[in-house]
Protein backbone atom coordinates (compact mmCIF):
# COMPACT_ATOMS: atom_id res chain seq x y z
CA UNK A 1 0.00 0.00 0.00
CA UNK A 2 1.56 3.28 -1.14
CA UNK A 3 1.55 6.08 1.74
CA UNK A 4 -0.93 8.58 0.55
CA UNK A 5 -3.23 5.46 0.09
CA UNK A 6 -1.65 4.16 3.67
CA UNK A 7 -3.12 8.05 5.39
CA UNK A 8 -6.30 7.93 3.57
CA UNK A 9 -7.30 4.64 5.17
CA UNK A 10 -6.04 5.34 8.65
CA UNK A 11 -8.09 8.96 8.56
CA UNK A 12 -10.95 7.80 7.17
CA UNK A 13 -11.42 4.11 8.15
CA UNK A 14 -9.83 4.37 11.85
CA UNK A 15 -9.11 8.04 13.21
CA UNK A 16 -12.26 9.76 10.71
CA UNK A 17 -14.75 7.19 12.45
CA UNK A 18 -13.84 7.46 16.31
CA UNK A 19 -13.58 11.65 16.27
CA UNK A 20 -16.70 11.55 14.97
CA UNK A 21 -18.17 9.36 17.50
CA UNK A 22 -16.16 11.21 19.59
CA UNK A 23 -17.39 14.68 18.53
CA UNK A 24 -20.84 13.44 18.68
CA UNK A 25 -20.87 12.00 21.76
CA UNK A 26 -19.51 15.06 23.04
CA UNK A 27 -22.24 17.32 21.68
CA UNK A 28 -24.88 15.65 22.98
CA UNK A 29 -23.59 15.13 26.50
CA UNK A 30 -23.20 18.88 26.40
CA UNK A 31 -26.77 19.51 25.01
CA UNK A 32 -27.49 17.88 28.58
CA UNK A 33 -25.18 19.61 30.85
CA UNK A 34 -26.42 22.86 29.57
CA UNK A 35 -29.72 22.09 29.36
CA UNK A 36 -30.48 22.64 25.32
CA UNK A 37 -29.13 25.98 25.61
CA UNK A 38 -29.15 26.21 21.02
CA UNK A 39 -32.61 25.70 21.52
CA UNK A 40 -33.39 27.83 25.06
CA UNK A 41 -31.37 31.07 23.82
CA UNK A 42 -30.79 30.85 20.19
CA UNK A 43 -32.52 34.02 19.84
CA UNK A 44 -30.25 35.78 22.12
CA UNK A 45 -27.54 34.86 20.44
CA UNK A 46 -28.85 35.09 17.34
CA UNK A 47 -29.38 39.08 18.90
CA UNK A 48 -25.85 39.31 20.46
CA UNK A 49 -24.20 38.52 17.37
CA UNK A 50 -25.49 41.83 15.54
CA UNK A 51 -25.14 43.72 18.56
CA UNK A 52 -21.36 44.44 19.92
CA UNK A 53 -21.46 44.38 23.67
CA UNK A 54 -20.39 47.72 25.49
CA UNK A 55 -17.70 47.92 27.85
CA UNK A 56 -16.23 44.93 26.93
CA UNK A 57 -12.40 44.34 27.61
CA UNK A 58 -10.43 42.03 24.17
CA UNK A 59 -8.98 42.94 20.94
CA UNK A 60 -12.00 43.14 18.50
CA UNK A 61 -15.53 43.18 18.51
CA UNK A 62 -17.40 39.93 19.11
CA UNK A 63 -18.76 40.04 15.45
CA UNK A 64 -15.45 40.69 14.20
CA UNK A 65 -14.42 37.56 16.31
CA UNK A 66 -17.38 35.67 14.94
CA UNK A 67 -16.37 36.65 11.42
CA UNK A 68 -12.74 35.86 12.03
CA UNK A 69 -14.05 32.10 12.66
CA UNK A 70 -16.39 32.16 10.09
CA UNK A 71 -13.92 33.19 7.70
CA UNK A 72 -12.19 29.78 8.48
CA UNK A 73 -14.97 27.62 9.04
CA UNK A 74 -16.99 29.13 5.62
CA UNK A 75 -15.25 27.26 2.88
CA UNK A 76 -15.18 24.94 0.23
CA UNK A 77 -16.57 22.63 2.21
CA UNK A 78 -19.64 24.12 2.41
CA UNK A 79 -19.90 24.08 -1.69
CA UNK A 80 -18.00 21.22 -2.42
CA UNK A 81 -17.78 19.27 0.83
CA UNK A 82 -21.89 19.11 1.51
CA UNK A 83 -22.17 17.75 -2.88
CA UNK A 84 -19.54 14.79 -1.83
CA UNK A 85 -21.89 14.06 1.02
CA UNK A 86 -24.72 13.47 -0.75
CA UNK A 87 -23.56 11.91 -3.68
CA UNK A 88 -21.83 9.19 -1.06
CA UNK A 89 -25.04 8.79 1.00
CA UNK A 90 -27.86 10.16 -1.25
CA UNK A 91 -30.35 13.19 0.15
CA UNK A 92 -30.71 11.42 3.47
CA UNK A 93 -27.03 12.34 3.96
CA UNK A 94 -28.48 16.05 4.41
CA UNK A 95 -30.73 14.83 7.52
CA UNK A 96 -27.52 13.71 9.30
CA UNK A 97 -25.55 16.61 8.76
CA UNK A 98 -28.00 18.89 10.14
CA UNK A 99 -28.37 16.42 13.19
CA UNK A 100 -24.62 16.72 13.66
CA UNK A 101 -25.28 20.53 13.45
CA UNK A 102 -27.58 20.67 16.34
CA UNK A 103 -25.65 19.08 18.43
CA UNK A 104 -22.57 20.93 17.80
CA UNK A 105 -23.77 24.03 18.64
CA UNK A 106 -23.62 23.12 22.04
CA UNK A 107 -20.10 21.97 21.71
CA UNK A 108 -19.11 25.50 19.96
CA UNK A 109 -21.11 27.29 23.10
CA UNK A 110 -18.80 25.64 25.66
CA UNK A 111 -15.93 26.62 23.31
CA UNK A 112 -16.28 30.04 23.33
CA UNK A 113 -17.59 30.28 26.96
CA UNK A 114 -14.32 28.49 28.10
CA UNK A 115 -12.20 30.54 25.77
CA UNK A 116 -13.40 33.67 27.52
CA UNK A 117 -13.50 32.49 31.04
CA UNK A 118 -9.78 31.39 30.56
CA UNK A 119 -7.89 33.80 28.05
CA UNK A 120 -4.91 35.70 29.01
CA UNK A 121 -3.79 39.46 28.60
CA UNK A 122 -0.12 38.34 27.21
CA UNK A 123 0.42 42.23 26.62
CA UNK A 124 -0.90 45.07 27.24
CA UNK A 125 -4.28 44.90 24.56
CA UNK A 126 -3.84 41.77 23.30
CA UNK A 127 -5.49 38.73 24.51
CA UNK A 128 -4.49 34.61 23.72
CA UNK A 129 -6.85 31.79 24.62
CA UNK A 130 -8.18 29.07 23.21
CA UNK A 131 -8.03 24.88 23.66
CA UNK A 132 -4.74 25.44 24.57
CA UNK A 133 -4.85 27.85 27.54
CA UNK A 134 -8.45 26.27 28.80
CA UNK A 135 -6.56 22.99 28.73
CA UNK A 136 -3.58 24.49 31.09
CA UNK A 137 -5.37 26.33 33.10
CA UNK A 138 -8.52 25.11 33.28
CA UNK A 139 -7.57 21.65 33.85
CA UNK A 140 -4.03 22.01 35.48
CA UNK A 141 -0.45 22.11 34.70
CA UNK A 142 -0.12 18.86 34.66
CA UNK A 143 -2.11 18.95 31.49
CA UNK A 144 0.56 21.46 29.97
CA UNK A 145 1.35 18.61 27.74
CA UNK A 146 -1.97 18.03 26.60
CA UNK A 147 -2.19 21.95 25.92
CA UNK A 148 1.09 21.91 23.53
CA UNK A 149 -0.05 19.00 21.71
CA UNK A 150 -3.07 20.90 20.72
CA UNK A 151 -1.01 23.75 19.46
CA UNK A 152 1.15 21.82 17.97
CA UNK A 153 -1.01 20.07 15.81
CA UNK A 154 -3.08 23.28 15.39
CA UNK A 155 0.00 25.07 13.75
CA UNK A 156 1.04 22.30 11.31
CA UNK A 157 -2.76 22.20 10.32
CA UNK A 158 -3.04 25.48 9.44
CA UNK A 159 0.12 25.72 6.97
CA UNK A 160 0.07 22.11 5.73
CA UNK A 161 -2.52 22.54 4.11
CA UNK A 162 -6.17 23.35 5.01
CA UNK A 163 -5.19 27.12 4.89
CA UNK A 164 -2.98 26.72 2.00
CA UNK A 165 -2.79 24.44 -0.62
CA UNK A 166 -5.92 23.26 -0.66
CA UNK A 167 -7.59 26.20 -0.83
CA UNK A 168 -5.49 28.00 -3.24
CA UNK A 169 -5.80 24.93 -5.52
CA UNK A 170 -9.69 25.59 -5.31
CA UNK A 171 -9.63 29.07 -6.31
CA UNK A 172 -7.08 28.57 -9.25
CA UNK A 173 -9.11 25.74 -10.37
CA UNK A 174 -12.28 27.92 -10.45
CA UNK A 175 -10.82 30.62 -11.86
CA UNK A 176 -9.00 28.05 -15.09
CA UNK A 177 -12.92 26.85 -15.24
CA UNK A 178 -13.95 30.31 -16.24
CA UNK A 179 -11.80 32.43 -18.37
CA UNK A 180 -9.68 29.19 -19.57
CA UNK A 181 -11.95 25.97 -19.83
CA UNK A 182 -9.66 24.44 -22.29
CA UNK A 183 -6.18 25.34 -20.68
CA UNK A 184 -5.16 26.52 -24.03
CA UNK A 185 -2.91 29.24 -22.78
CA UNK A 186 -0.63 27.34 -21.37
CA UNK A 187 2.38 28.95 -18.96
CA UNK A 188 4.81 26.44 -18.66
CA UNK A 189 4.58 22.86 -18.10
CA UNK A 190 6.34 20.75 -15.14
CA UNK A 191 6.95 17.22 -15.70
CA UNK A 192 3.54 15.74 -17.79
CA UNK A 193 1.29 18.64 -15.82
CA UNK A 194 0.66 22.14 -17.54
CA UNK A 195 -0.51 24.91 -16.67
CA UNK A 196 -2.56 27.72 -17.58
CA UNK A 197 -1.72 31.55 -17.34
CA UNK A 198 -5.11 31.54 -15.63
CA UNK A 199 -3.69 29.42 -13.18
CA UNK A 200 -0.57 31.46 -12.48
CA UNK A 201 -2.53 35.26 -12.38
CA UNK A 202 -4.70 34.05 -9.88
CA UNK A 203 -2.19 32.37 -7.80
CA UNK A 204 -0.36 35.20 -7.83
CA UNK A 205 -3.19 37.82 -6.85
CA UNK A 206 -4.47 35.58 -4.13
CA UNK A 207 -1.22 35.83 -2.33
CA UNK A 208 -0.29 39.16 -2.78
CA UNK A 209 -3.95 39.85 -1.31
CA UNK A 210 -3.49 37.60 1.67
CA UNK A 211 -0.13 38.64 2.40
CA UNK A 212 -1.78 42.25 2.61
CA UNK A 213 -3.75 41.02 5.62
CA UNK A 214 -1.82 39.00 6.88
CA UNK A 215 1.30 40.85 7.59
CA UNK A 216 -1.13 43.24 9.03
CA UNK A 217 -2.26 40.73 11.70
CA UNK A 218 -5.32 39.70 13.83
CA UNK A 219 -7.02 43.74 13.38
CA UNK A 220 -6.43 43.36 9.75
CA UNK A 221 -7.64 40.02 9.29
CA UNK A 222 -10.77 40.47 11.36
CA UNK A 223 -11.82 44.19 9.28
CA UNK A 224 -11.35 42.40 6.10
CA UNK A 225 -13.63 39.49 7.66
CA UNK A 226 -15.88 41.46 8.40
CA UNK A 227 -16.68 43.05 5.13
CA UNK A 228 -16.49 39.91 3.23
CA UNK A 229 -17.87 37.37 4.99
CA UNK A 230 -21.02 38.68 5.60
CA UNK A 231 -21.09 39.66 1.91
CA UNK A 232 -20.13 36.31 0.57
CA UNK A 233 -22.79 34.62 2.54
CA UNK A 234 -25.34 36.56 2.30
CA UNK A 235 -24.64 36.28 -1.41
CA UNK A 236 -24.25 32.67 -1.73
CA UNK A 237 -27.78 32.49 0.20
CA UNK A 238 -29.68 34.93 -1.91
CA UNK A 239 -29.14 33.00 -4.74
CA UNK A 240 -29.54 29.42 -3.06
CA UNK A 241 -33.07 31.50 -2.25
CA UNK A 242 -34.02 32.22 -5.69
CA UNK A 243 -33.38 28.35 -6.68
CA UNK A 244 -36.15 27.26 -4.32
CA UNK A 245 -38.48 30.22 -5.02
CA UNK A 246 -37.95 29.20 -8.75
CA UNK A 247 -38.52 25.46 -8.05
CA UNK A 248 -40.91 26.26 -5.05
CA UNK A 249 -43.08 23.07 -6.71
CA UNK A 250 -40.50 20.43 -5.70
CA UNK A 251 -39.33 21.91 -2.52
CA UNK A 252 -41.65 19.11 -0.74
CA UNK A 253 -40.25 15.68 -2.94
CA UNK A 254 -37.00 16.87 -1.84
CA UNK A 255 -38.14 17.46 2.11
CA UNK A 256 -39.15 14.18 1.70
CA UNK A 257 -36.14 12.49 0.43
CA UNK A 258 -34.03 14.01 2.58
CA UNK A 259 -36.39 12.54 5.49
CA UNK A 260 -37.01 9.12 4.25
CA UNK A 261 -33.73 8.82 2.86
CA UNK A 262 -32.19 9.00 5.74
CA UNK A 263 -33.84 6.08 7.35
CA UNK A 264 -34.66 4.31 4.51
CA UNK A 265 -32.59 5.12 1.30
CA UNK A 266 -34.34 2.58 -1.25
CA UNK A 267 -37.48 4.31 -0.80
CA UNK A 268 -36.29 7.52 -2.63
CA UNK A 269 -34.71 4.88 -5.20
CA UNK A 270 -32.09 6.17 -7.91
CA UNK A 271 -28.27 6.27 -7.88
CA UNK A 272 -28.58 4.94 -3.86
CA UNK A 273 -30.93 1.98 -3.72
CA UNK A 274 -29.63 -0.27 -1.33
CA UNK A 275 -27.21 2.27 -0.33
CA UNK A 276 -26.18 0.97 4.08
CA UNK A 277 -27.56 3.35 6.36
CA UNK A 278 -23.95 3.53 8.08
CA UNK A 279 -22.78 5.42 4.96
CA UNK A 280 -25.83 7.54 5.10
CA UNK A 281 -24.97 8.62 8.71
CA UNK A 282 -21.20 8.63 8.57
CA UNK A 283 -21.14 10.66 5.26
CA UNK A 284 -24.02 13.25 6.94
CA UNK A 285 -22.57 13.84 10.06
CA UNK A 286 -18.81 13.64 9.50
CA UNK A 287 -19.29 16.62 6.76
CA UNK A 288 -21.25 18.24 8.84
CA UNK A 289 -18.52 17.72 11.75
CA UNK A 290 -15.73 19.02 9.72
CA UNK A 291 -17.59 21.83 7.74
CA UNK A 292 -18.66 23.43 11.21
CA UNK A 293 -15.57 22.44 12.98
CA UNK A 294 -17.55 21.92 16.00
CA UNK A 295 -15.00 20.58 18.51
CA UNK A 296 -12.00 20.95 16.26
CA UNK A 297 -11.31 23.43 18.73
CA UNK A 298 -10.14 26.31 16.24
CA UNK A 299 -12.99 28.98 16.76
CA UNK A 300 -12.19 29.43 20.48
CA UNK A 301 -9.14 30.69 19.20
CA UNK A 302 -10.74 33.68 17.35
CA UNK A 303 -13.17 33.74 20.26
CA UNK A 304 -11.09 34.71 23.02
CA UNK A 305 -9.98 38.15 21.08
CA UNK A 306 -13.56 39.50 21.15
CA UNK A 307 -14.43 42.36 23.59
CA UNK A 308 -16.98 41.10 26.28
CA UNK A 309 -17.57 40.49 29.80
CA UNK A 310 -19.54 37.70 29.64
CA UNK A 311 -18.23 33.98 29.08
CA UNK A 312 -21.96 33.05 28.29
CA UNK A 313 -22.42 36.25 26.01
CA UNK A 314 -19.51 35.20 23.47
CA UNK A 315 -20.50 31.24 23.78
CA UNK A 316 -23.80 31.81 22.61
CA UNK A 317 -22.28 33.93 19.36
CA UNK A 318 -19.59 31.33 19.01
CA UNK A 319 -22.39 29.15 18.40
CA UNK A 320 -23.93 30.77 15.76
CA UNK A 321 -21.08 29.88 13.49
CA UNK A 322 -22.41 26.46 13.37
CA UNK A 323 -25.93 27.39 12.77
CA UNK A 324 -24.68 30.11 9.86
CA UNK A 325 -22.58 27.64 8.59
CA UNK A 326 -24.12 23.95 8.14
CA UNK A 327 -27.67 25.22 9.73
CA UNK A 328 -28.30 27.63 6.99
CA UNK A 329 -24.85 27.67 4.11
CA UNK A 330 -25.29 23.46 3.65
CA UNK A 331 -28.87 23.50 4.09
CA UNK A 332 -29.03 25.77 1.01
CA UNK A 333 -26.60 23.59 -0.85
CA UNK A 334 -28.06 20.70 -0.01
CA UNK A 335 -31.81 21.83 -1.19
CA UNK A 336 -30.16 22.94 -4.37
CA UNK A 337 -28.94 19.34 -5.25
CA UNK A 338 -31.70 17.27 -4.40
CA UNK A 339 -34.52 19.61 -5.93
CA UNK A 340 -32.12 19.61 -9.27
CA UNK A 341 -31.43 16.07 -8.71
CA UNK A 342 -27.47 17.10 -9.14
CA UNK A 343 -26.95 14.21 -7.34
CA UNK A 344 -28.32 11.40 -9.25
CA UNK A 345 -26.70 10.21 -12.15
CA UNK A 346 -30.11 8.95 -14.42
CA UNK A 347 -31.23 13.03 -13.96
CA UNK A 348 -27.68 14.12 -14.68
CA UNK A 349 -26.78 11.69 -17.27
CA UNK A 350 -23.65 11.23 -15.98
CA UNK A 351 -21.82 10.82 -12.22
CA UNK A 352 -20.95 14.49 -11.21
CA UNK A 353 -18.19 15.03 -8.69
CA UNK A 354 -17.46 17.71 -6.13
CA UNK A 355 -18.38 20.90 -7.49
CA UNK A 356 -19.66 19.78 -10.59
CA UNK A 357 -22.33 18.84 -8.42
CA UNK A 358 -23.50 22.29 -7.17
CA UNK A 359 -22.56 24.08 -10.70
CA UNK A 360 -25.03 21.57 -12.04
CA UNK A 361 -27.86 22.39 -9.46
CA UNK A 362 -26.90 26.08 -9.68
CA UNK A 363 -27.05 26.12 -13.67
CA UNK A 364 -30.40 24.25 -13.73
CA UNK A 365 -32.35 25.82 -10.49
CA UNK A 366 -31.24 29.74 -11.62
CA UNK A 367 -33.14 31.31 -14.22
CA UNK A 368 -30.12 32.60 -15.62
CA UNK A 369 -27.87 31.74 -18.72
CA UNK A 370 -26.01 28.84 -17.40
CA UNK A 371 -22.51 30.11 -18.07
CA UNK A 372 -24.01 33.51 -15.41
CA UNK A 373 -24.59 30.89 -13.15
CA UNK A 374 -21.86 28.68 -13.01
CA UNK A 375 -20.09 32.07 -12.93
CA UNK A 376 -21.71 33.50 -9.88
CA UNK A 377 -21.33 29.79 -8.29
CA UNK A 378 -17.25 30.15 -9.15
CA UNK A 379 -17.16 33.44 -7.83
CA UNK A 380 -18.23 32.43 -4.21
CA UNK A 381 -16.29 29.61 -4.29
CA UNK A 382 -13.16 31.79 -4.63
CA UNK A 383 -14.35 34.31 -1.82
CA UNK A 384 -14.89 31.50 0.59
CA UNK A 385 -11.43 29.70 0.04
CA UNK A 386 -10.14 33.49 -0.11
CA UNK A 387 -11.28 33.48 3.64
CA UNK A 388 -10.49 30.41 4.84
CA UNK A 389 -6.74 31.37 3.94
CA UNK A 390 -7.21 34.08 6.25
CA UNK A 391 -9.13 32.51 9.13
CA UNK A 392 -6.32 29.31 9.53
CA UNK A 393 -3.51 31.79 9.42
CA UNK A 394 -5.09 33.51 12.76
CA UNK A 395 -5.10 30.21 13.78
CA UNK A 396 -1.76 28.61 13.18
CA UNK A 397 -0.21 31.74 14.36
CA UNK A 398 -2.12 32.13 17.83
CA UNK A 399 -0.81 28.02 18.40
CA UNK A 400 2.42 29.17 17.78
CA UNK A 401 2.22 32.52 19.52
CA UNK A 402 1.27 29.82 22.77
CA UNK A 403 4.25 27.46 21.67
CA UNK A 404 6.76 30.41 21.63
CA UNK A 405 5.57 32.15 24.70
CA UNK A 406 5.33 35.05 22.51
CA UNK A 407 8.81 35.14 20.22
CA UNK A 408 7.71 37.98 17.21
CA UNK A 409 10.55 36.56 15.39
CA UNK A 410 8.76 32.81 15.36
CA UNK A 411 5.41 34.31 14.71
CA UNK A 412 6.73 36.76 11.34
CA UNK A 413 8.61 33.57 9.96
CA UNK A 414 5.20 31.59 10.08
CA UNK A 415 3.53 33.99 8.21
CA UNK A 416 6.24 34.57 5.16
CA UNK A 417 5.95 30.44 5.54
CA UNK A 418 2.22 30.66 5.20
CA UNK A 419 2.23 33.24 2.15
CA UNK A 420 4.92 30.75 0.67
CA UNK A 421 2.80 27.62 0.92
CA UNK A 422 -0.08 29.58 -0.69
CA UNK A 423 2.69 30.88 -3.50
CA UNK A 424 3.43 27.37 -4.37
CA UNK A 425 0.57 25.84 -3.83
CA UNK A 426 -1.59 25.68 -6.93
CA UNK A 427 1.45 23.49 -8.65
CA UNK A 428 1.14 20.51 -5.79
CA UNK A 429 -0.71 17.55 -5.36
CA UNK A 430 -3.51 18.53 -3.51
CA UNK A 431 -4.74 14.70 -2.73
CA UNK A 432 -1.98 14.00 -0.39
CA UNK A 433 -2.59 17.37 0.53
CA UNK A 434 -6.19 17.20 2.10
CA UNK A 435 -5.63 13.58 3.66
CA UNK A 436 -2.61 14.84 5.76
CA UNK A 437 -4.19 17.98 6.67
CA UNK A 438 -7.43 15.96 8.04
CA UNK A 439 -4.81 13.87 10.10
CA UNK A 440 -3.88 17.00 11.60
CA UNK A 441 -7.31 18.51 12.50
CA UNK A 442 -8.31 14.95 14.18
CA UNK A 443 -4.64 15.23 16.05
CA UNK A 444 -5.66 19.00 17.30
CA UNK A 445 -9.49 17.75 17.92
CA UNK A 446 -8.58 15.04 20.55
CA UNK A 447 -6.93 17.32 23.50
CA UNK A 448 -9.97 19.19 23.28
CA UNK A 449 -12.56 17.04 23.17
CA UNK A 450 -10.93 15.86 26.78
CA UNK A 451 -10.91 19.17 28.00
CA UNK A 452 -14.66 19.85 26.90
CA UNK A 453 -15.96 16.36 28.74
CA UNK A 454 -13.64 16.98 31.54
CA UNK A 455 -14.44 21.25 31.81
CA UNK A 456 -18.58 20.52 31.24
CA UNK A 457 -19.67 21.24 34.59
CA UNK A 458 -17.85 24.69 34.66
CA UNK A 459 -19.70 25.53 31.40
CA UNK A 460 -23.36 24.39 33.15
CA UNK A 461 -22.48 26.47 36.10
CA UNK A 462 -21.74 29.57 33.98
CA UNK A 463 -25.05 28.87 32.07
CA UNK A 464 -26.78 28.24 34.82
CA UNK A 465 -26.44 31.50 36.48
CA UNK A 466 -26.92 33.39 33.33
CA UNK A 467 -30.31 31.84 33.00
CA UNK A 468 -30.77 32.85 36.71
CA UNK A 469 -29.87 36.02 36.59
CA UNK A 470 -32.03 36.92 33.72
CA UNK A 471 -34.70 35.56 35.34
CA UNK A 472 -34.66 38.01 38.13
CA UNK A 473 -34.14 40.74 35.85
CA UNK A 474 -37.78 40.17 33.96
CA UNK A 475 -40.05 41.03 37.30
CA UNK A 476 -38.00 44.26 37.34
CA UNK A 477 -39.10 44.88 33.49
CA UNK A 478 -42.99 43.95 34.08
CA UNK A 479 -42.75 47.08 36.91
Known sequence: MKVEEMISFVNDEIIGIVLMILILGIGV??????????????????????KNEEGGVG??????????????????????GVATAICAGGPGALFW???????????????????IKFRRETRPGHFLGGPFYYIELGLGKKWKWLAKAFAFFGALAGI??????????????AATSLFDPEQAAVAFTIGSTSYTWATVIAGLAVTLFAALVIIGGIKRIAKVSEIIVPFMAATYVLFALIILFVNYQAIPNALKQIVVGAFDPSAVGGAITGLAIKTIIQKGVGRGIFS??????SAPIAAASAKTKSTVRQGLVTMTGTFIDTIVICTMTGLSIVITGAWNPQVTGDKLQGVDVTTYAWQHGLPFDKNVSAFILMLCLIFFAFTTILGWNYYGERCLEYLSGGKKGMIMTYRVLYILAVLIGPYLTVAA????????????????????????????????KFTNDIKKLKPHKNK
Open 29 to 50: YLTIRTRFVQVRHLGKALKYMV
Open 59 to 80: EVTSFGALCTALSATIGTGNIV
Open 97 to 115: MLLAAFFGMATKYTEGLLA
Open 160 to 173: MGIGTITQINGITS
Open 292 to 297: NEAGLG
Open 433 to 464: VWNTADVFNSLMAFPNLIALFLLAGVAAKETK
